[in-house]
């Protein structure tokens, strides 16, 4: 059975706690048993009553939330409105056959998480399941985000200067440790409410400065005394879409003010007050060192930490993670100041960090950015990668190099992106880096970590979707053909029977006889395929000449010929190879004998020789194949003998092949029909694990 979470590729193995809430107490079981076998990773508790079910969250706690519409003892939106007076993100999924569409718009109007709508005696688990997996992890990548705000919060919260913003009514959007410390009012006493209201006696100058950066949408500077609290003040106020950020500091007299006051275009600081660069590879726990740092420097940070709140929000829109690092590398050089960068992913596969994306500064210094495999010359950013340590690197005289000694690059930062690869940023200067820089440097990489994480994590919830709305399709029109096979025999039996009942006479019932044995080699031919399709987990070492001698004589060959060439052992699931043998056989006798090749539905009696039928290894020891020495395959409709349900022969059921390709899908092999080396079928099956033969005795 195909889970719904086996192709994520990075998934991971969290379990998920599911409670399900239905009316009756044998369909709540059934629910609960029918997910825990779409997924090992589901854990699946079954209540049937509102007041149980809040009692589970409140006291146990889950992952998500299922509930039908119908309840002992309400409805599934009075357990919805439970959940969300506790919880406003908990993942809550509405799953009921209540067709409603006021029902359906009062669950959005409530916070549901998604609403599964189910057929009666016709459920799709599997379907459940996926929207499950798909609510939990939005919600999972929602919480990293969140964390990635609170680290963001925490780095404002420790600079020393007082920094809070405003919306564009003037409420307080956000109010740090330092204006805290310095007004005597808390955070708590100051989100949402009126800054005007809260501090009028400012005075109106810093209210008109406050008003005219909104109006202007111009960085404004203010030099002020406030008589209230007794102090002079430098502010710049930054205004943005949402109204302004404002960074105050206290300055000790109107002469240390002038002497205080910095250019706002500074250009970054020059290396001669570099500080010791042994302290910068302190990993990701280095934090904002402002005390003793000059006011350029102070400045530019500050300006710096708006900038990345700013890439914050743009990184929420992008959708891939190689759209995650381009904006890094931009952010790099527009938020940093550096305009050589680069951005290395690792493939676990190739066990190598593959160029993502690259600055046109950098372009010019290195040409593309190289591949770069662990065992090969540029060992310096695994150290860093492998680490998970910000390493900064200087060309110097006593051994130390750089990345790429060969180019002009004196200095280099390698800043790791977790376990999903490294920035890498350089400049032509030695001793070019400042503490300030790796501390904003360690900043950017933590918010594009987070980027990446659910970037690949919505794209893991598209290509579900994807898949999912492919796979329905398919189960449609699959749906389809079986509905009118197995009605077309039940309609001549029930046609006959009732002929039969007024006639009498005993030939009818032979005819109802045929429709129900044809409708039972259909159902059987639907359980193979069922049973057949899921992939193969356990595999053994299968000698394949042996299974071809054993599937041989399951067939009613006639006179038919086999010719088992040199084969071989190949890792395979026993029974079902020896299930594709003997349909391939079936199909080669059936409709193979030389000259009797049925292909429109109409067999053409030549009276031919009978059909030899070989199996042997590719050339390419790819696989192998099984070919006859009929009339072959008309090319036109090679693809079509592979579909549910097509056959040209009227005594078929159309399922043979469809199950010899659901079988090689199931161990990883691709199969393909071809001429045969006499002009027959030849079906080849490629993708094969052969094994030495020694090493299976």
Same mark, same amino acid.
């Given at each position: 059975?195909?889970? *719904?979470?086996?192709?994520?590729?990075?998934?991971?193995?969290?379990?998920?706690?599911?409670?399900?809430?239905?009316? @009756?107490?044998?369909?709540?079981?059934?629910?609960?048993?029918?997910?825990? $076998?779409?997924?090992?990773?589901?854990?699946?508790?079954?209540?049937?009553?509102?007041?149980?079910?809040?009692?589970?969250?409140?006291?146990?706690?889950?992952?998500?939330?299922?509930?039908?519409?119908?309840?002992?003892?309400?409805?599934?939106?009075?357990?919805?409105?439970?959940?969300?007076?506790?919880?406003?993100?908990?993942?809550?999924?509405?799953?009921?056959?209540?067709?409603?569409?006021?029902?359906?718009?009062?669950?959005?109007?409530?916070?549901?998480?998604?609403?599964?709508?189910?057929?009666?005696?016709?459920?799709?688990?599997?379907?459940?399941?996926?929207?499950?997996?798909?609510?939990?992890?939005?919600?999972?990548?929602?919480?990293?985000?969140?964390?990635?705000?609170?680290?963001?919060?925490?780095?404002?919260?420790?600079?020393?200067?007082?920094?809070?913003?405003?919306?564009?009514?003037?409420?307080?959007?956000?109010?740090?440790?330092?204006?805290?410390?310095?007004?005597?009012?808390?955070?708590?006493?100051?989100?949402?409410? @009126?800054?005007?209201?809260?501090?009028?006696?400012?005075?109106?100058?810093?209210?008109?400065?406050?008003?005219?950066?909104?109006?202007?949408?111009?960085?404004?500077?203010?030099?002020?005394?406030?008589?209230?609290?007794?102090?002079?003040?430098?502010?710049?106020?930054?205004?943005?879409?949402? !109204?302004?950020?404002? =960074?105050?500091?206290?300055?000790?007299?109107?002469?240390?003010?002038?002497?205080?006051? *910095?250019?706002?275009?500074?250009?970054?600081?020059?290396? /001669?007050?570099?500080?010791?660069?042994?302290?910068?590879?302190?990993?990701?726990?280095?934090?904002? %060192?402002?005390?003793?740092?000059?006011?350029?420097? &102070?400045?530019?940070?500050?300006?710096?930490?708006?900038?990345?709140?700013?890439?914050?929000?743009?990184?929420? &829109?992008?959708?891939?993670?190689?759209?995650?690092?381009?904006?890094?590398?931009?952010?790099?050089?527009?938020?940093?100041?550096?305009?050589?960068?680069?951005?290395?992913?690792?493939?676990?596969?190739?066990?190598?960090?593959?160029?993502?994306?690259?600055?046109?500064?950098?372009?010019?210094?290195?040409?593309?950015?190289?591949?770069?495999?662990?065992? !090969?010359?540029?060992?310096?950013?695994?150290?860093?990668?492998?680490? +998970? /340590?910000?390493?900064?690197?200087?060309?110097?005289?006593?051994?130390?190099?750089?990345?790429?000694?060969?180019?002009?690059?004196?200095?280099?930062?390698?800043?790791?992106?977790?376990?999903?690869?490294?920035?890498?940023?350089?400049?032509?200067? %030695?001793?070019? =880096?400042?503490?300030?820089?790796?501390?904003?440097?360690?900043?950017?990489?933590?918010?594009?970590?987070?980027?990446?994480?659910?970037?690949?994590?919505?794209?893991?919830?598209?290509?579900?979707?994807?898949?999912?709305?492919?796979? +329905?399709? $398919?189960?449609?029109? =699959?749906?389809?053909?079986?509905?009118?096979?197995?009605? +077309?025999?039940?309609?001549?039996?029930?046609?006959?029977?009732?002929?039969?009942?007024?006639?009498?006479?005993?030939?009818?019932?032979?005819?109802?006889?045929?429709?129900?044995? &044809?409708?039972?080699?259909?159902?059987?031919?639907?359980?193979?395929?069922?049973?057949?399709?899921?992939?193969?987990? /356990?595999?053994?070492?299968?000698?394949?000449?042996?299974?071809?001698?054993?599937?041989?004589?399951?067939?009613?060959?006639?006179?038919?010929?086999?010719?088992?060439?040199?084969?071989?052992?190949?890792?395979?699931?026993?029974?079902?190879?020896?299930?594709?043998?003997?349909?391939?056989?079936?199909?080669?006798?059936?409709?193979?004998?030389?000259?009797?090749?049925?292909?429109?539905?109409?067999?053409?009696?030549?009276?031919?020789?009978?059909?030899?039928?070989?199996?042997?290894?590719?050339?390419?020891?790819?696989?192998?194949?099984?070919?006859?020495?009929?009339?072959?395959?008309?090319?036109?409709?090679?693809? %079509?003998?592979?579909?549910?349900?097509?056959?040209?022969?009227?005594?078929?059921?159309? =399922?043979?092949?469809?199950?010899?390709? +659901?079988?090689?899908?199931?161990?990883?092999?691709?199969?393909?029909?071809?001429?045969?080396?006499?002009?027959?079928?030849?079906?080849?099956?490629?993708?094969?694990?052969?094994?030495?033969?020694?090493?299976?005795?």
């Amino acid at each position: 059975m195909s889970t *719904p979470d086996d192709s994520t590729g990075n998934g991971g193995d969290d379990p998920i706690s599911v409670l399900y809430v239905g009316r @009756d107490p044998e369909f709540v079981a059934l629910v609960a048993t029918a997910l825990e $076998r779409e997924s090992d990773r589901l854990d699946v508790r079954g209540e049937t009553a509102v007041i149980d079910g809040i009692s589970v969250v409140e006291d146990d706690g889950v992952d998500c939330v299922v509930s039908e519409y119908h309840l002992r003892d309400g409805d599934g939106l009075d357990l919805l409105t439970a959940v969300r007076a506790r919880s406003s993100d908990l993942p809550f999924i509405l799953y009921t056959a209540h067709g409603d569409e006021a029902v359906a718009s009062r669950a959005i109007s409530l916070g549901v998480s998604d609403y599964v709508r189910r057929t009666a005696g016709d459920e799709d688990f599997h379907l459940l399941a996926s929207r499950v997996f798909n609510a939990v992890s939005q919600h999972r990548v929602q919480e990293r985000l969140t964390e990635s705000d609170a680290h963001l919060e925490t780095v404002y919260g420790r600079v020393t200067d007082g920094i809070f913003a405003l919306d564009d009514d003037w409420a307080v959007s956000y109010w740090n440790d330092a204006m805290a410390e310095r007004t005597g009012v808390p955070a708590a006493e100051t989100l949402n409410r @009126d800054f005007r209201e809260l501090f009028p006696e400012v005075g109106s100058e810093i209210h008109g400065a406050f008003e005219a950066a909104m109006a202007s949408g111009a960085t404004t500077r203010l030099d002020t005394r406030i008589d209230a609290f007794d102090v002079r003040v430098s502010a710049r106020i930054y205004p943005d879409d949402s !109204g302004v950020s404002v =960074f105050i500091r206290e300055v000790a007299s109107d002469s240390a003010a002038a002497a205080d006051r *910095p250019d706002t275009d500074a250009a970054s600081p020059d290396a /001669e007050g570099v500080a010791d660069q042994s302290d910068c590879g302190a990993g990701p726990n280095a934090g904002t %060192r402002l005390p003793g740092r000059d006011a350029a420097e &102070r400045e530019r940070l500050e300006r710096a930490l708006r900038d990345l709140q700013s890439v914050a929000r743009e990184l929420l &829109r992008v959708e891939t993670s190689e759209a995650v690092a381009a904006v890094a590398v931009d952010a790099v050089r527009d938020v940093v100041g550096w305009p050589i960068s680069g951005v290395w992913f690792y493939d676990s596969v190739d066990d190598a960090l593959v160029p993502v994306a690259q600055s046109d500064a950098a372009r010019q210094v290195f040409g593309e950015s190289p591949i770069l495999h662990r065992d !090969g010359e540029e060992t310096l950013i695994w150290e860093a990668f492998d680490a +998970n /340590e910000v390493r900064v690197y200087e060309r110097t005289v006593d051994g130390s190099e750089v990345q790429h000694p060969d180019s002009s690059i004196e200095s280099e930062v390698h800043v790791p992106l977790g376990e999903y690869g490294i920035l890498l940023t350089g400049d032509t200067r %030695r001793g070019s =880096f400042t503490d300030v820089d790796v501390e904003l440097l360690q900043l950017l990489a933590s918010t594009v970590s987070s980027a990446i994480e659910r970037a690949k994590r919505e794209q893991t919830l598209r290509d579900r979707e994807a898949e999912l709305a492919a796979a +329905n399709e $398919r189960l449609d029109e =699959f749906v389809s053909v079986v509905a009118h096979d197995l009605r +077309n025999p039940l309609s001549v039996a029930k046609g006959y029977l009732e002929i039969a009942a007024d006639t009498g006479d005993p030939e009818h019932f032979e005819k109802i006889e045929t429709a129900l044995e &044809r409708m039972n080699a259909l159902i059987s031919d639907l359980l193979t395929l069922a049973r057949q399709g899921s992939p193969v987990t /356990e595999f053994e070492a299968v000698d394949l000449r042996s299974k071809v001698t054993h599937a041989w004589s399951f067939v009613a060959t006639e006179d038919a010929r086999l010719e088992s060439l040199d084969l071989g052992v190949v890792r395979a699931d026993t029974g079902r190879l020896l299930q594709l043998f003997e349909n391939l056989f079936r199909n080669a006798v059936e409709h193979g004998s030389t000259g009797n090749r049925t292909v429109s539905g109409d067999a053409v009696e030549h009276g031919g020789a009978a059909t030899t039928v070989t199996v042997g290894r590719l050339a390419d020891d790819a696989g192998f194949y099984v070919e006859d020495d009929g009339d072959g395959i008309p090319e036109s409709l090679r693809e %079509r003998v592979f579909e549910h349900g097509y056959t040209t022969d009227r005594s078929g059921t159309g =399922f043979g092949l469809a199950i010899v390709e +659901n079988i090689a899908e199931a161990h990883g092999w691709s199969v393909t029909l071809t001429d045969g080396t006499d002009g027959g079928a030849r079906f080849e099956f490629r993708g094969v694990e052969w094994v030495d033969p020694h090493g299976a005795e």
